[in-house]
């Protein structure tokens, strides 16, 4: 695990997954598997890879799952242990052991700015990464957080992770403007939270990582809600970018929309031929 400025990771997950009733109807999104593996535990691997030891996830109503998830289970492992099935539970033993996990509810849903806000007592005074669980982030070398942290050692402020997305999809993102300060890098000069295409500055779009510099709390708080009369991110890195700079990076790899049926079962064919099956 190589030495990080930045140790604590956030993990917003008190949304309701909607888009993936009945089946979310009693079980949180973050542990729909991709093959055998819960969503989120890719989430916290890439995190881990990139020498964060904290998780702080924030959760709602109806997510016990996610704590016990990353717990021991006494019962399940006394029963199994000393058998061939003891295997199967390596890979989340040894996430358990490298990193700590906190927990805090987010009462109501006001939005992803408002969800990162609730994070701010999990979080203190320092630089976190943000992981959106849904989004799903393969890469064969280095993880995309680990390449958002080597960015922010150079640039010391925020970043969000962009990837290009067909005109006629950025409504389903925050989407940004910027001018390139080095190839795959741009300094934000604009960002708007799922634009219409003719509203749209650019088909750059944000997907679910990002660096944050701890100054984001007091904007946020001083964040009008926005897109939907939700309190957005998207609004508050653009003070940000307008005050200091914020920067976006299009990182190496590809991302899976695990929030849409279509992106989640199509990681599943990936991870099941590119992944499980290269490890069996
Ligand atoms: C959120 C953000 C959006 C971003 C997206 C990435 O939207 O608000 O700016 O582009 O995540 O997945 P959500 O997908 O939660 O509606």
Redesign the pocket.
């Known amino acids: 695990m190589s030495e990080s400025v930045i140790k604590k990771c956030l993990f917003p997950a008190a949304?309701y997954g909607t888009r993936f009733l009945p089946a979310t109807k009693s079980m949180p999104k973050e542990m729909l598997p991709i093959v055998n593996k819960p969503l989120i535990q890719y989430g916290v691997e890439e995190a881990i890879q990139a020498g964060m030891d904290n998780m702080a996830i924030i959760t709602g109503r109806g997510k016990q799952a996610i704590a016990d998830y990353f717990d021991t289970n006494y019962e399940l492992e006394h029963q199994i242990a000393g058998t061939d099935k003891e295997k199967y539970l390596v890979d989340i033993r040894e996430t358990i052991n490298q990193a700590v996990f906190s927990y805090t509810r987010q009462i109501e849903m006001k939005?992803?700015g408002h969800a990162i806000l609730t994070g701010e007592t999990l979080i203190g005074d320092q630089a976190f990464a943000v992981v959106?669980a849904?989004?799903l982030c393969y890469s064969s070398e280095q993880g995309v957080l680990s390449q958002m942290v080597e960015l922010y050692k150079k640039y010391q402020c925020s970043i969000v992770a962009i990837e290009e997305v067909p005109a006629e999809e950025t409504h389903?993102?925050?989407?940004i403007a910027g001018e390139e300060i080095e190839p795959g890098v741009l300094r934000i000069n604009d960002m708007v939270?799922?634009p219409a295409p003719e509203d749209a500055p650019s088909n750059l779009?944000?997907?679910?990582r990002y660096i944050l510099t701890p100054d984001i709390f007091n904007i946020i708080r001083q964040t009008p809600p926005g897109?939907n009369n939700e309190v957005?991110?998207?609004d508050a890195l653009l003070t940000q970018a307008k005050q200091g700079g914020v920067i976006a990076y299009k990182f190496k790899g590809r991302r899976f929309?695990c929030?849409s049926v279509a992106g989640f079962m199509e990681a599943n064919n990936f991870f099941y031929e590119n992944v499980y099956k290269a490890l069996d």
């Open positions: 949304g939005g992803l959106l849904d989004d389903k993102y925050g989407v939270e799922k779009a944000i997907i679910g897109r957005q991110i998207t929309d929030g």
